[in-house]
């Protein structure tokens, strides 16, 4: 009998905590089987039969502009924005645009017979993911980001609907040109008739311990800056490059972060300018001693964003290192070929990228100092866990962008990427 079928008939009877150290994706995806065949099918035939959907609004550049002089009239706001140079009709068209096509959406579903919440980012609380099914986000990227990180259950999927094509790549959502919410119609049309692909992504665990583990997330959209300046205090013991491996021993505090990673977490200090100071592990190894400008791990998904850009090269650099290595090795590669160096490039910029699936996560150290006190090994690579103990002042520990916990001198932070953590998504062919 195949492999999946033999783990499609045992699904009922294995406990889904039992599933992380299976061989091949099945194993990864199979606690999501039980108690959800009725509404979203089996591995090999999908299904999206919904009772219950919240959809999470993004806000608009209007709202958040309205919340900054929520005691201004219009005519004051207007002329607020007037003198900020930006357009306030392009914003409040924009605006109504994006509502039109939330009531399209929520009218649609409704009458389905779906029951159907529309909340902002305040109100997607635990308590409405209990409630529903399904999340559908009704934005762009960072809507979609917002929701992923919050989902802890895998047997939640969440759909990407971009209500603005024309303004927003959305990159996390269904295709824009044929699956906008302007065409949500087919959108549902597709899920309802089952004619898509189940997707898995994975997300990365944090656990923090020490100092500042149980502190309360903040959103960036939230935070202003307001600490001391702390630019010119010495770092104790930085002589020291190495150290004993990080241990646990003596450290009380210590939980998951109620949130996951679906595309990179970020450790550094809060202003960029200000150098990060903090010891790294990868795989259990002992940790090293490193300044730099911040650290990011990445996911698969992840890969693509932050993660390139940091490490991708021009067909400039590319072709000054060719050029070098003909002068050293009496080489004669093609280098005034601009097909030949932008084949090249592509070639290693395609290699930084890995596939969301993978149970695995990519670091990169940001701009690494490197002297003769402190040396970085490797700025960049691959890694199934990773731990960063801070040495820092004002740092922070920051989730896709939009969530952050505060990283100072005493925390320590593991990441890895479990199976169970895994975000369900839909992949239309």
């Not at 100072?408 to 895994?422: Q, V």
Request: glycine share 6%.
């Amino acid at each position: 009998m195949p492999f999946n079928r033999v783990i499609l008939k045992l699904g009922k009877h294995i406990n889904s905590g039992l599933v992380s150290g299976c061989h091949s994706g099945y194993c990864k995806q199979l606690c999501t089987i039980v108690g959800n065949e009725e509404k979203f099918g089996k591995l090999n035939y999908p299904m999206f039969k919904p009772n219950r959907v919240v959809i999470l609004s993004r806000i608009t550049r209007y709202e958040f502009e309205k919340l900054m002089y929520k005691d201004a009239t219009e005519e004051q706001f207007k002329q607020t924005l007037k003198r900020k140079r930006s357009d306030y009709r392009n914003m409040l068209e924009r605006h109504k645009k994006h509502y039109n096509c939330l009531e399209k959406m929520t009218n649609l579903l409704r009458s389905k017979g779906i029951e159907t919440k529309v909340v902002k980012r305040p109100q997607f609380t635990s308590e409405v993911l209990d409630w529903a099914d399904a999340v559908i986000t009704a934005g762009g990227d960072g809507t979609f980001l917002d929701a992923a990180s919050k989902i802890l259950n895998i047997d939640t999927p969440i759909i990407g609907v971009n209500t603005d094509p024309t303004r927003s790549e959305g990159r996390l959502c269904l295709p824009k040109e044929e699956y906008s919410a302007l065409n949500f119609d087919r959108v549902l049309e597709r899920l309802l008739s089952g004619d898509f692909k189940w997707k898995w992504r994975q997300r990365i665990r944090i656990t923090m311990s020490g100092y500042h583990a149980y502190d309360e997330p903040i959103e960036l959209s939230n935070q202003q800056l307001q600490n001391l300046e702390h630019r010119y205090t010495e770092h104790v013991q930085e002589n020291e490059m190495f150290s004993r491996p990080l241990s646990e021993k003596g450290v009380k505090k210590e939980r998951v972060l109620p949130v996951r990673a679906l595309n990179e977490v970020f450790f550094g200090e809060c202003l960029s300018s200000r150098v990060s100071y903090y010891e790294l592990s990868i795989d259990n190894m002992p940790g090293v001693k490193q300044k730099s400008s911040g650290v990011t791990v990445c996911t698969g998904t992840g890969s693509t964003s932050w993660h390139c850009s940091i490490n991708e090269l021009t067909p400039e650099a590319v072709r000054d290192i060719l050029n070098i290595a003909n002068k050293e090795c009496s080489a004669s590669l093609p280098t005034y070929d601009n097909h030949f160096v932008e084949a090249v490039t592509q070639k290693f910029n395609d290699s930084i990228v890995f596939d969301p699936s993978e149970l695995s996560m990519g670091y990169s150290v940001r701009d690494p100092i490197k002297n003769g006190v402190f040396q970085v090994p490797s700025p960049r690579g691959m890694a199934k866990r990773i731990r960063i103990a801070s040495r820092m002042w004002d740092a922070c520990l920051v989730v896709d962008g939009g969530c952050s916990f505060r990283f100072n001198d005493g925390a320590i932070a593991t990441l890895e990427i479990l199976s169970e953590d895994a975000l369900r998504t839909v992949e239309f062919d």
